[in-house]
């Protein structure tokens, strides 16, 4: 591919961001890009069910969002025969490349977009060149377009080297919601993967930076609380409500006040708020969606206690029941070093790459752990690459965007470290 | 109207609840009602814009929401010609009868539903005889639909009486968001009005108790905020983002704080939250509908005074902004002596009707105040009957239903009120 | 007494405040006084265990508390015999005068001092007049020091009349903390009482205004929680803390939003907080003083109910335990429309009362209802009396103030009353 | 000392532990064992104003506070001559060991205890033992005891040794309010030190361990602010009070919430709170004493910024006025390799140390750093050795006690690497 080619298909991803579950049109723009580039070269392009284990899937939405979705990507022009394949969320997307004797190398790219509207501010460069998000209330504001730009051009490049061996390229949804990559991890594809590589771009890297090998996952879980409650008159009787509303604005209170913890790191954040009916009446219900990290999965699940502790007692104090529903969760994990130290070797010798640091902690939560700890216990190695990319707004704001010359640097360090695994079967 | 007519009409609204400014289904059965009864009758019959002061109107939805129930009120076959002149929120009407020289009465009926979800208990009646609320997310929780059919017998009652003078049915929307009552009380057809009865059904009166006139209205006032702040991602920066979940949080807990007045009674409701995109993301931005209501304009203020302290020292305090848009607005009210009295003494004489309160206090809030007020300041009388009927669930909750007996004590009450009136000319 | 000498008294009780129990200095000002001027006119004078039902005695402080006040009444000079019958807060005093034939009349002055610190400002004219408290953290911020000296003219006034039956003053203790009335309710002193008189100085009504018969007492209820968690290093594990703090915080926050209620006033006041030990200890315990009160009993009740859901679900949330130790209560009660005509007719001819209320509500809680609610529940009649005084700073505050001339117009009424009651035996 | 000395000199010391500026007894005792054991071999031994640059001690205590203290140490029989030389709160000593040519070592070792009561539980050894505290309300809670009784031997030892240089033993007041060390930074004592060893015992490591060098302090800061609003009577006029307690619950509930930062750790805890005078007053005032912590100064002063911002607003939100006086502050600091290895090898060899640990981090503040770091700014090496412990109860808790086996391990690795550091001079 072009670097006209990278950008084109990057800003199309981006004008056509789609939440997780909900890849239909990205699901089916990665096919299309992949058919007419690689045709016959590929051995196998799973898509739909066969791409992961379905039952595995976490974070899926309702049936209305999936169908709201699903009839935006055919009004867009995605094939029926395609999309039928994809009905009912199941998007991303296995390509297989097999080139003789050698190792089974994954690559793993995420494809998925956030539920925020994207800036249309002037100095927004998406928004000033033309490919801001067209879809209400989503955006790729954490550079996942860029990564599935990766993924289709390392493969084409693999499939033009002397590469020995098999390639393959996991399309991974559902990462923003930590609910694809389970599923994938559970699926056949990962079995025979010997070394297995992911891609994050920008993580307040500059463009021209590589961080040969990320750790410092948080593990992470997500939950959501419904307050029920009582309904009343707000000016006529407002003792005989049970106020859910009133619930909740404690429990937010209480949330962000658990103890920080001495063992490391821990998150948690009130994402998603809503509730009650009318100025007049005294709420009777309210939802609650949050998460929790931890820098160990002890200290994720010492923030789960307390979440539940907090969310009984506020229900409690205000005579409302509540119902926690556990959400998505991922582990922590690390990067192998017999891959890190070829990345940066790679990354070193790389035009365009300025410095590459051994080794970064992420900070955030990642669900390629799952994929990672599944190579990883089949006696595998794993590594979680950063590319530093100029980013103006910061990740999952509403004026992220990336330097699209830092797509180029990912595929090359990306490739070459692919072919030299090949050779070297660390 | 025989007593199945009351029932039919009065279920087919229950079925059909339309909030504020929406009630484009029910202006039309109510007009349909009034043409196919009174026809020729009826000196006037003003709909859309005609029918109030379209300046005056408060808390109007977005068009989006217009629209919505606009489409599905011609789903349900309401007539194009007439459906065109409600277009853009224009609901309600106000109908003439004009039988000769007397006094100019005054009757007026809110007709509007709340935004709330009706039960579908077994136990709860309108669930089991099949009348449940067909509007998702829309319920008949405090009577109107019972309101609404009063207006239209009594029209039809004074009629075959020989009531002389003017009688004037105001069909008022908008009651539940105090966005209805202003403009018709800023329309020319308050100003001829002598005297002016006002009606609502329940208010914890059993079946057969009649309040021949309800103060105690409390004035009231609503306001929405929008906090606003920036959006981070919640693992890895969380110390990037401004959040105003927790902003909003911190409000809602110290709204319900504010202190207690001496000179009566206050009231205080976060009637509605929302915010943030997703669990991920340290939320930028939340909104929350509020009112607050005093025993007088005074503690009203006072509410209002310390509700704006709260708001913005709770947006501050994350380091957001927050934006306080004023909403609808209502007064406090008297009934008077003149009216309470003959009011009392027709209940007396009613059939159905055990006992007759002379006055009791509503601890509500209404926007018939604005009508009342007006018709005061021209020098006329006004009262506000309280017509008790057994209800299972509180008003403004998801049980709320009515005793149907009920409708024919208030028919008879204000049909006789207005006779005594066009003789007695209070 | 003339004019100077009950200035004289009243500075001298205000130089010299005692908080609830701890009226030693008070109460032997008040025998000293009493026995100088009325000698063995006075049929019965009751100090120590004699004066009240001493286990019925609510809300008495520590031993360490009550013997540095015993102390320093020593070291004010008070006689030690008088002294060593009020050891163990045994104080308050019961004086009986009787004339002859007649009624059993009662007159109730309450006499403890509040735990606050009066202010030094040079307008505050006791600060200007150098009667200033000297009792470190205490002040007569309510103005028992012109009840006690409104008791003592009363009496001395009555002696000298021709009034006929008997005269019984009640010097109460402890009103403050709702503690003393009751002891003396229970006392065999009020048995025999037909008519009694109770009286309020202030009230926010101004010097020349008597209000004849005050209603509208808030049932009150004191309570007292500690809260106990766990202490730990507060940079070295904050986790390992169970923080007792946050859970006193958090019910705080909650406390004060206690839903309004429509039945009528009530009212919440977390009045006293401490909790903690040094800024790098996560706390183990904190207290919390609090009090409810409600326009009836029920409400007062109701308030009860919440407020320890309240305490319990933020211990909960802190993982802290929390004891809630009941304290004082008392009811509420009306003032009778025999006594209270009495009273207007004798105000309303008193030289310098410019203004007659039969009525007001008080908006505040008294325990002097239980020796009403005692008197009425015998048959006899009961009423509570406002005496208007120009107060430049509200009750309660460190500026509180009277204007010394209504001590005068107090007097003049109660003893015309009382020789009216004499005369008419309501 | 014989084993049996230690003994008793630290279970004197924990039986009269003195809180910070307040270490009269304590300072006397170790003068008295400094003189009775070293005699005239000391060069010199200052205590009082000499000890240390007098205006730069911070978080010094109340003249009362200092007053009742001193006579409680006069009454404990300090020598009235030694008393006078430390009143005013110049307490801690400074000894000074001359032997030669050599480098100039520098070893502290802090004296203060905490503000705390002890358990009197009889699982309690100090409480089963006869040594629990004797000093109401004060604890040794953090070891410091044992901290004092390696100073005084460490000096005999060396005393005894074939040592070369110079030692200088820091008995250094007021460390648990980050108070003490600053004023021994600025003196002239630290400025011809080489090398600087200071100890903790515990730390949640087990007896028989060793930490050679430890990192990872939290720079800390304090704050007091005191919230300032208006009383009124809580059921009379609750409208009129302007609620300090109210706006401090809000303060410590948002505290807590304060973000966790991506950068590092971070803490914050409100470790005293008290406000309010009686249940039925509307408190006027509220003081609150926190503390806030971060790995770096930078987010130390993160911390600070949001902490006044929260402060602020939470006065405001309450209509009250808050004055926030800043408190001590230490920075961090690490532990220089040089030291550390010499610690490390000099502990391997060591007769009971089963364990020795390079390097771990304290998590926790300690104001040694500022010792520390005016070395090291010398030119000069540092280095913060941890004496494990079996401790029952967590530091600063009510049940804190050592094994005091372990006093002599430390005592005998720093001996050791004291005598290392004479040889080699790293």
Same mark, same amino acid.
């Given at each position: ?136 209330? @989503? ?33 991974? /949804? ?63 009787? /407002? ?93 922590? @994990? ?39 700890? @599944? ?29 699209? @010359? ?21």
């Amino acid at each position: 591919m072009t670097a006209d080619d990278l950008v084109s298909l990057r800003r199309d991803l981006h004008r056509t961001p789609e939440p997780a579950w909900r890849e239909f049109y990205t699901t089916a723009r990665i096919v299309d890009e992949l058919e007419s580039r690689l045709g016959d070269e590929l051995a196998e392009l799973h898509v739909g069910p066969d791409a992961l284990a379905g039952e595995h899937r976490m974070a899926l939405p309702g049936d209305a969002e999936l169908t709201h979705w699903y009839e935006q990507a055919r009004t867009a022009g995605v094939d029926d025969d395609l999309l039928e394949r994809l009905e009912g969320g199941y998007t991303g997307a296995v390509a297989v490349l097999e080139r003789g004797e050698g190792p089974t190398v994954g690559l793993r790219v995420d494809i998925d977009a956030l539920p925020r509207t994207e800036s249309d501010d002037p100095d927004h460069r998406p928004a000033a060149a033309g490919f801001r998000s067209e879809r209400e209330g @989503a955006m790729h504001a954490c550079g996942h377009d860029a990564h599935a730009t990766i993924g289709v051009s390392v493969l084409e490049r693999i499939a033009e080297s002397d590469f020995s061996g098999t390639l393959k390229v996991f399309f991974q /949804p559902a990462e923003e919601v930590v609910g694809g990559a389970k599923s994938m991890a559970e699926s056949e594809h990962i079995r025979d993967v010997d070394s297995l590589l992911a891609v994050h771009i920008g993580l307040d890297h500059p463009t021209g930076e590589i961080v040969a090998g990320i750790d410092g996952f948080l593990a992470v879980s997500h939950l959501e609380a419904e307050f029920a409650g009582e309904s009343a008159h707000a000016g006529g009787h /407002p003792e005989q409500g049970r106020n859910a509303v009133q619930a909740m604005a404690t429990a937010v209170q209480n949330l962000y006040g658990i103890p920080r913890h001495n063992d490391g790191a821990t998150r948690v954040n009130a994402g998603v708020v809503e509730g009650g009916s009318a100025a007049n009446v005294i709420p009777d219900e309210a939802r609650l969606v949050a998460e929790v990290r931890g820098k160990t999965t002890d200290l994720m699940e010492y923030m789960k206690r307390r979440t539940r502790r907090v969310l009984r007692s506020a229900a409690e104090m205000h005579d409302c029941e509540v119902d926690v529903e556990p959400g998505a969760e991922a582990p922590s @994990a690390t990067s192998d070093e017999a891959l890190v130290s070829i990345v940066a070797d790679v990354a070193g010798e790389t035009p365009g790459v300025e410095r590459v640091l051994e080794r970064d902690e992420l900070g955030g939560s990642e669900d390629a752990t799952f994929l990672m700890r @599944a190579v990883q216990e089949n006696g595998g190695n794993a590594c979680y690459v950063g590319v530093g990319t100029d980013h103006p707004g910061g990740h999952h704001t509403a004026t992220f965007d990336i330097d699209e @010359a830092s797509i180029g640097h990912g595929i090359d360090v990306l490739a070459g470290a692919i072919e030299r695994i090949g050779r070297e079967r660390p």
